[in-house]
Nanobody, 124 residues
Framework: QVQLVESGGGLVQPGGSLRLSCAAS????????IGWYRQAPGKQRELVAT??????????DSVKGRFTISTISRDNAKNTVYLQMNSLKPEDTAVYYC???????????????WGQGTQVTVSS
């Protein structure tokens, strides 16, 4: 079993900051990439930021310069990922989902796993 557990969402005023955390646990063999997607009401889920096992980072244009993705490695695996969100805007309001592209010991198949999501609301 693989679990992605998110935390850190909440309500913040425009211009404020939040930090999201996601811990990947369970029977993980290798993590190829881990990161964040978001889905606003009535919109499709979109990539926010992701980091690969080679430490390559990818950001959507809408968050470049405001959000920073980082990881803490354990046993050479990036098991915990953070998303520091600064200068938040109302259009950043969404449910944020942790996502990881990994291989599990359970079936040795490369799959994408999702967390349960955490709400971020930017409003005055």
């Amino acid at each position: 079993q693989v679990q992605l557990v998110e935390s850190g969402g909440g309500l913040v005023q425009p211009g404020g900051s939040l930090r999201l955390s996601c811990a990947a646990s369970g029977s993980i063999s290798s993590i190829y990439a881990i990161g964040w997607y978001r889905q606003a009401p009535g919109k499709q889920r979109e990539l926010v930021a992701t980091i690969t096992s080679a430490s390559t980072t990818i950001y959507s244009d809408s968050v470049k310069g405001r959000f920073t993705i980082s990881t803490i490695s354990r046993d050479n695996a990036k098991n915990t990922v953070y998303l520091q969100m600064n200068s938040l805007k109302p259009e950043d309001t969404a449910v944020y989902y942790c996502n990881s592209d990994l291989i599990s010991y359970s079936d040795y198949a490369r799959k994408r796993y999702w967390g349960q999501g955490t709400q971020v609301t930017v409003s005055s």
